[in-house]
């Protein structure tokens, strides 16, 4: 998988139809998603409950780009060699899920995947500056994990630009998840990042039997990021 910046699109099946899910994935990849991103909640962790390693597994078939599974569960160790066996390509955990952030990076890269490490809205950077030789991707959460659907929340913009600065030139992507629309994802991609997740703003208006929505909600969000990068 070969690192660059441009501007990668990663449609959240939470937003998908969840009896269709094989159908959907194809859907949005035909229709232009360069990743497709799974959240993983635990109820515990965060207040609902969605995939375990049996979903991830049965869903990887069908992803033919970049399988981006957001761990937001605690513990993360116990279950890293599982979503590693379900096909995960990216692997990312929240910093508060475990005493040993560190530990949990050097695990998720033995077990052969990319290493990511989630920063929940109120969570700093400083703890980040770190780990940026351990990581190939760094997840800022621009709402609060746990359910689709929420405000962007904006405090997170400089976030993004002093963690874009940190990283210089290392080969680390910059997520975002959360409330990113073609409104949103400009902000995001003029402060430095790289990767959007978006989930009712790729799915709203389309359907496995009508997929061009899609497609065009896709094409909108990239547009929009791509040109607020020209102007930056």
Do not use: C
């Not at 800022?140 to 405000?151: A, E, I, R, S, Y």
Request: no cysteine.
């Amino acid at each position: 998988m070969t690192f660059d910046r441009s501007i990668k699109i990663a449609p959240s099946i939470l937003s998908a139809d969840f009896a269709n899910f094989g159908a959907e994935i194809r859907a949005i990849e035909s229709e232009g998603a360069d990743w497709v991103h799974v959240d993983v909640m635990d109820g515990h962790f965060v207040p609902n409950l969605t995939f375990g390693p049996p979903a991830v597994k049965a869903f990887r078939p069908h992803v033919t780009t970049v399988m981006d599974v957001h761990l937001m569960i605690a513990p993360v160790d116990p279950f890293i060699e599982a979503y590693a066996e379900a096909g995960a390509d990216f692997l990312t955990a929240h910093i508060e899920a475990g005493p040993h952030i560190h530990r949990t990076l050097q695990a998720i890269r033995g077990a052969g995947m990319k290493a990511g490490v989630a920063l929940n809205p109120g969570t700093g950077i400083a703890d980040v500056a770190y780990l940026l030789d351990m990581v190939d991707l760094i997840l800022v959460m621009t709402v609060n994990p746990g359910f689709g659907g929420q405000k962007f929340i904006h405090s997170q913009i400089e976030k993004v630009r002093a963690l874009r600065a940190m990283i210089g030139d290392r080969p680390v992507h910059i997520e975002i998840d959360g409330g990113i629309t073609p409104e949103t994802a400009p902000l995001m991609a003029a402060a430095g990042a790289d990767v959007l997740v978006a989930g009712s703003a790729v799915f709203k208006g389309g359907s496995v039997d009508n997929p061009a929505p899609y497609g065009q909600n896709i094409r909108a969000i990239r547009a929009a990021a791509e040109g607020a990068r020209e102007t930056a």
